[in-house]
Nanobody, 125 residues
């Protein structure tokens, strides 16, 4: 049974930066794809970024490409999301997820079989 714990959320003004972390425990972290999703109030959960088990491959939603960077440290069982040039529309609860797959379907939340509890990010204008 895997456990995922996000941290690093908070409140920031537009144009600012935050770094989210997600620490995993319970199964071999380096074998799994990791992803970040977000859910704004009243909206569905949406894909943000994903990273392959080795960290060699990443991809992003168009809305965050060029501003956010996903990375991982398998020695620390942790995946990160560096968020720069934040906008008010980035306000949401951010979740990390773990998947046994790697491919285009990783932008679909249904391909993930474990989730953290989420961390709130609020960007004010």
């Amino acid at each position: 049974q895997v456990q995922l714990a996000e941290s690093g959320g908070g409140s920031v003004q537009a144009g600012g930066s935050l770094r989210l972390s997600c620490k995993a425990s319970g199964r071999t972290f380096s074998k799994y794809t990791m992803g970040w999703f977000r859910q704004a109030a009243g909206k569905e959960r949406e894909f943000v970024a994903a990273i392959s088990w080795s960290g060699a491959s990443t991809y992003y939603s168009d809305s965050v490409k060029g501003r956010f960077t996903i990375s991982r440290d398998n020695a620390k069982n942790t995946v990160y999301l560096q968020m720069n040039s934040l906008k008010p529309e980035d306000t949401a609860v951010y979740y990390c997820g773990q998947s046994s797959r790697w491919g285009p379907s990783n932008n679909n939340a249904r391909t993930y079989n474990a989730w953290g509890q989420g961390t709130q990010v609020t960007v004010s204008s």
